[in-house]
């Protein structure tokens, strides 16, 4: 009999053949969203250059535009015009 144990810091549970499968939070869903300055929002991952980042913190600029800054530590500023796809995580209660 094989004994199947997770490695740490790793979720999921194993299918048939010991492989894991990837685990997703119950009752929460991930969406592409278009996004602009306007209905940006915390928590948004956004793909810069191959890397996913998320929204941490948002400020209001002039003109309507705003300055996320990112988990990670980067800024990036979007203009009203700015349209980036991003995930979001639609969360149902």
Known sequence: MRLLVPRAGRRGHFNEVGLMKSWTPSGAMAAPVEITS??????????????????????????????????????LTIHPRTRLVAVRVLRRW
Request: charged content about 25%; overall charge positive.
């Open 38 to 75: 306007i209905n940006v929002q915390r928590g948004d991952v956004i793909q810069i250059g191959g890397q996913p980042c998320r929204v941490a913190d948002l400020f209001q600029l002039p003109r309507g535009a705003k300055r996320l800054l990112f988990e990670s530590g980067e800024l």
